[in-house]
């Protein structure tokens, strides 16, 4: 850690020359510059400011603080174009109008349709540059990002089955986020700080750390950040090199394997490296990393896990990009056995490779696409003997895999822009829990949502149907509805989140399996909907509702248990209200 620290610093003592200064505050909205994120195209669509472009030309010389004359009035920043960035909302994430005559785009980067597939933007959605925050003061400090987020969720849920008791919960999650990061002026060295500030109210039940994870660094790395390092594509852009070192919190691909996971109210961190050839906007791009987890510990300050290594490595070829990117990849984890650890899994030594790959794209104006399929080997060994009964130094071998699909079309030719898609999700069980193969698949540390709005379902054990219907009644008005269906691979397996089985603060009492079969595996069905709405381009809310009908699975999981588990019918009801405001 203390080598991070000393990163943080440096990062910090690269600002101190800064002189105070009056300044004056320009009244305009502040936006988000788009080129660094999202390419020209989308750029061109937005309708981009004369400063956006002379930020761009600024990217070409890395080491010179470009000066304006002193009567050159600071251009207003864009509004932005964005609603609410929970990235489950991706699909209508374009500005509501678009450019009769947007020259050709010089971005290879196109975006999925698919639902909460995009990964959030590196640095994250809610940062600016200081020259972009409209004060005239700062308005060629374009080396300097800096960002703060505050957001409030209330929750009313009535009979959650993720707990034995039943009744209503209704808690209040806050999160304070706080990024600083350097660039371009002392390159190649650029570092980064994010703080996050995670706390939860009113709720009946223990803290986990989903919920709970005061004042702790959820980002501390340097980096090495070479513009040019492979040259020019074919289409003039720079090719970069950039190596990573330190805490690091950030996503790829769709998101099902390596997520900040923003609906939590507790951010993904990892430690390690991370090595990236190419950009998002060129042709071709290769992800390397090797990293451990960090623990969220809620009364002290966040460690790594020393007992798990996470590797991979990511390709992504866009040059058809407006058909199809293609994205081949392997991801792996290596796991000495934990006596401390909380779960049986964490007790295991473990390995696993998953080689996989992703495709996305358009069929013309017909319909979008979304499409993974990964396979998943490997071994696990009960090496200390802390299991119990049979397993007690059992040896598996892992075979699983799983597999997702989405297509959907956008209306565009309507005003409220009605979107229609439909998903199917698989993910294999154990099928036979007294053999030597463990068939469940593992999600690694990807997002729960949207799987399951309540939480109760994950890339695990898992058959899942989905309708989605989605409009658009003006740009800062959005409707959305949908409807889930939920089977198990596995009838012999868990249901992941459900009866205390993923609470880190208690042990699981392991009510959430039938190794016999018995239960069934119609889960149940969810129906979800929701409203959002952007107050201002700085404040965003959504108000969400849920309703989960339990199927056989889950009804005969209560009845199997009635001195442990409150005696109800399995149906949900889950209603929330959020409010997340940006400083910037």
């Given at each position: 850690?203390r080598?991070?620290?000393?990163?943080?610093?440096v990062?910090?003592?690269?600002i101190?020359?800064i002189a105070?200064i009056?300044?004056n505050?320009?009244?305009?909205?502040s936006?988000?510059?788009?080129?660094?994120r999202?390419?020209v195209?989308?750029?061109?669509?937005?309708?981009?400011?004369?400063?956006?472009?002379?930020?761009?030309?600024?990217?070409g010389n890395?080491?010179?603080?470009?000066?304006?004359?002193?009567d050159?009035p600071i251009?207003?920043p864009?509004?932005?174009?964005y609603?609410y960035l929970?990235?489950?909302?991706?699909?209508?994430?374009?500005?509501?109008?678009?450019?009769a005559?947007a020259p050709k785009?010089?971005s290879?980067?196109r975006r999925s349709?698919?639902?909460a597939?995009?990964?959030?933007?590196d640095?994250?959605?809610?940062?600016?540059?200081?020259?972009?925050?409209?004060?005239?003061?700062?308005?060629?400090?374009?080396w300097?990002d800096?960002?703060?987020?505050?957001?409030?969720?209330y929750e009313?849920?009535h009979n959650?089955?993720r707990?034995?008791e039943?009744g209503?919960?209704n808690?209040?999650?806050?999160r304070?986020?706080?990024?600083?990061g350097?660039k371009?002026?002392?390159?190649?060295i650029?570092?980064?700080?994010e703080?996050?500030?995670s706390r939860?109210?009113?709720?009946?039940f223990p803290?986990?750390?989903q919920e709970?994870n005061?004042?702790?660094l959820?980002?501390g790395?340097g980096?090495l950040?070479f513009?040019?390092a492979?040259?020019?594509d074919?289409?003039?852009?720079?090719t970069?090199?950039?190596?990573r070192?330190?805490?690091?919190a950030?996503?790829?691909t769709?998101?099902?394997f390596?997520?900040r996971?923003?609906?939590?109210?507790?951010t993904?961190?990892?430690?390690g490296?991370?090595?990236?050839?190419?950009?998002?906007?060129?042709?071709?791009?290769?992800?390397?990393?090797?990293?451990q987890?960090?623990?969220?510990?809620q009364t002290?300050?966040?460690?790594r896990?020393d007992?798990?290594?996470?590797y991979?490595a990511i390709?992504?070829?866009?040059k058809w990009s407006?058909?199809?990117?293609?994205?081949?990849?392997?991801?792996?984890?290596?796991?000495a056995?934990?006596?401390n650890?909380?779960?049986?899994?964490?007790?295991?030594?473990?390995?696993?490779?998953?080689p996989?790959f992703?495709?996305?794209?358009?069929?013309g104006d017909w319909f979008d696409?979304?499409?993974?399929?990964?396979?998943?080997?490997g071994y696990?060994y009960?090496?200390?003997?802390?299991?119990?009964?049979?397993?007690r130094?059992k040896?598996?071998?892992?075979?699983?895999?799983?597999?997702?699909?989405?297509?959907?079309?956008?209306f565009?030719s309507?005003?409220?822009?009605p979107r229609v898609?439909a998903?199917?999700?698989?993910a294999?069980g154990?099928?036979?829990?007294?053999d030597?193969?463990n068939?469940?698949?593992?999600r690694f540390?990807g997002?729960?949502?949207p799987?399951?709005?309540?939480?109760?379902?994950?890339?695990?054990n898992?058959?899942?149907?989905?309708?989605?219907?989605d409009?658009?009644?003006?740009?800062?008005?959005g409707?959305?509805?949908?409807?889930s269906?939920f089977?198990l691979?596995?009838?012999?397996?868990?249901?992941?989140?459900?009866f205390?089985?993923?609470i880190?603060?208690v042990?699981?009492p392991?009510?959430?399996?039938?190794?016999a079969g018995?239960?069934g595996?119609?889960?149940g069905?969810?129906?979800?909907?929701?409203?959002?709405y952007q107050?201002?381009p700085k404040?965003?809310?959504?108000?969400g509702?849920?309703?989960?009908?339990?199927?056989?699975?889950?009804?005969?999981a209560?009845g199997a248990?009635?001195?442990?588990?409150?005696?109800?019918?399995?149906?949900?009801?889950?209603?929330y209200?959020?409010v997340?405001i940006?400083?910037?």
């Open positions: 850690m080598k991070y620290w000393q990163i943080a610093l990062s910090a003592i690269g101190l020359p105070p009056q300044a505050v320009n009244n305009g909205q936006g988000k510059e788009q080129s660094a999202q390419g195209q989308q750029l061109a669509q937005a309708g981009t400011s004369a400063k956006s472009n002379n930020r761009a030309e600024s990217e890395s080491y010179k603080w470009s000066i304006k004359t002193p050159q251009a207003p864009n509004p932005n174009q609603l929970d990235r489950e909302y991706d699909w209508w994430e374009q500005p509501g109008t678009k450019s005559a785009p010089v290879y980067h349709n698919g639902y597939t995009n990964p959030d933007s640095p994250p959605r809610y940062v600016r540059q200081l020259s972009e925050i409209g004060i005239e003061a700062f308005k060629n400090v374009d300097l800096i960002g703060l987020e505050h957001r409030t969720r009313m849920r959650d089955i707990h034995v039943g209503y919960d808690p209040f999650f806050l304070h986020r706080a990024y600083l350097i371009r002026i002392i390159d190649p650029r570092g980064a700080v703080f996050q500030d939860v109210y009113n709720h009946k803290s986990t750390d709970n005061p004042y702790d959820i980002q790395y980096e950040y513009k040019n492979l040259g020019q074919d289409r003039g852009q720079d970069p090199a950039r190596l070192v330190g805490r690091m950030y996503e790829v769709d998101r099902r390596i997520a996971n923003e609906w939590r109210n507790t993904n961190s990892f430690e490296f991370r090595l990236n050839l190419g950009k998002q906007d060129n042709p071709w791009e290769l992800d390397l990393f090797g990293l987890p960090v623990k969220r510990l002290e300050f966040d460690r896990n007992h798990l290594w996470f991979g390709g992504t070829w866009r407006d058909i199809v990117s293609i994205q081949p990849y392997y991801m792996g984890q290596t796991q056995a934990d006596a650890g909380r779960t049986d899994t964490s007790k295991l030594e473990r390995e696993i490779h998953m996989g992703r495709v996305y794209g358009k069929v696409y979304d499409a993974s399929f990964n396979y998943q080997l696990q009960d090496t200390l003997g802390a299991l119990s009964g049979t397993n130094f040896h598996e071998k892992i075979d699983a895999h799983g597999y997702t699909i989405e297509a959907g079309r956008t565009n309507y005003a409220w822009k898609s998903f199917y999700g698989y294999s154990d099928k036979d829990p007294n030597n193969v068939n469940r698949f593992d540390f997002f729960a949502r799987w399951s709005a309540d939480h109760y379902v994950i890339y695990e898992v058959k899942s149907p989905k309708i989605r219907f409009l658009q009644p003006t740009q800062k008005f409707i959305e509805a949908g409807y269906w089977w691979a596995s009838n012999k397996d868990r249901l992941f989140d459900t205390d089985g993923n880190s603060v042990n699981d392991k009510l959430n399996r039938n190794k018995t239960w595996d119609y889960a069905g969810a129906f979800e909907g929701r409203l959002r107050l201002t404040v965003n809310t959504v108000l509702y849920t309703h989960f009908t339990s199927g056989n699975f889950v009804q005969n209560i248990a009635p001195t442990h588990i409150a005696q109800r019918s399995g149906n949900t009801d889950f209603l209200f959020e997340l940006s400083a910037f």
